[in-house]
Every structure is written in structure tokens, then in C-alpha cells.
């Protein structure tokens, strides 16, 4: 398999996902910015839509979001229980949790990413993320995972969006609990191994 990602964005829940279910894959660097790749390859020509995460199997079959790359990753390796068995209830809790992530979490962050975006908008923007990651703050209350005792890809999501804040003017400080998931995240050698790889471990 290859995962194309570019450091630090989206693409690095699957690349800890990888890491955790102990596949076998190539990771390919595809900054958002240029879309070129180290060889010089257009990345439009591999996936016309330009963004990452990209996955695509050994038979040349691709998979492009997100949350549906995680998931195809925790079906490679269901010992690892990296997601729930599918057709279950908790399984369809799983993807809520990812619809959430992406719905409200990541696209949350676009307008703090776009450049000349009225400061209106970010101050908005940065009021109802705010008041989402409260929400998942309460969740954390009695659990070190999302899902409960057990990390799934949700997590790696989780991290991967919340890691985001300190790029911008989002304070956690006053969320003490995502705090711990944070730490707790960053202790997991896939997630060290995933970061050591983008070149985003210090």
C-alpha cells in the first residue's frame, strides 16, 4: 500500500492508523502547497481532487477520505481491535464519532487555514470549535479513549484535528481532560513513529 500525505495535515490519522495495525506500506510526501511530489510528479495526476490522505492498494484500487481509509486500515487487522466488528452497534458508534471529527472538528478549522478570510469569520469560527471540543471535553470524562477503554481510528483522528489548535488562536488549556487524551496520544509509538516520519517529533 501507499499512503500519500502531507506533514502535519489530515493524512496523518491514517498514517498512525497504518502504524498501529503494523501493515506494511510506503509513505509519500505531498505538500498541499506545491502538489508535487520529491520526484517531481504533478500529484493532480495520481488524484485529480489534489488533497491527502490518498490510499491506494497494491492492485491499484484508491481510497481518498479520511475516515473511510482509517476504517479500510482497521479491517486489515482486526486483531489489533482498531475499530469495531462491522454491522455492530459500537461500529456504527465509531463512525459517528468520525462524521463528527470531520464534520464539525476539521471543516471547523478551514476558515482559520484559508488566507484572507475576514477576522469575523475566525472569531466565529474559533467561538463554535470552542464550544464543539467543550462537548468532547465532557465525553472524555470517564474514559481515556473516545470509544471507551480501547483506542480506535477515531482517536488517531481526534488527535490528529485537535493537534491543529496551536497553529492557530484555539486555547485547550481549560479543557483538562483532552488535555490527558493529547498526552496519552503522543505516548503511543505509532503516533511517535507517524510524527518521527513527517518530520514532527521534537
Known sequence: MKLYYSPGACSLSPHIALHEAGLA???IAAPTKTHKLADGTDY???NPLGYVPL????????????PA??????????????????GSFERYKLQEWLTFIGTELHKGFSPLFTPGMPEEVKTA???RLSARLQWVE???AERPYLMGQQFTVADAYLFTVVGWSRLVRLDISAMPRLG?????M????????ALRAEGLLN
Open 186 to 193: 503522543r505516548g503511543r509509538p505509532a503516533v511517535q513513529a
Open 55 to 66: 490510499l491506494v492498494l497494491d492492485d491499484g484500487r484508491q481510497l481518498r477520505e479520511g
Open 180 to 184: 490527558e487524551f493529547m498526552a496519552r
Open 125 to 127: 469560527a474559533l467561538t
Open 69 to 86: 481509509i482509517v476504517q479500510y486500515i482497521a479491517d486489515q487487522a482486526p486483531e489489533k481491535q482498531l475499530a469495531p466488528v462491522a
Open 25 to 27: 506500506f510506503e509513505a
Open 44 to 46: 493532480y495526476s495520481i
Open 138 to 140: 465532557g465525553e472524555l
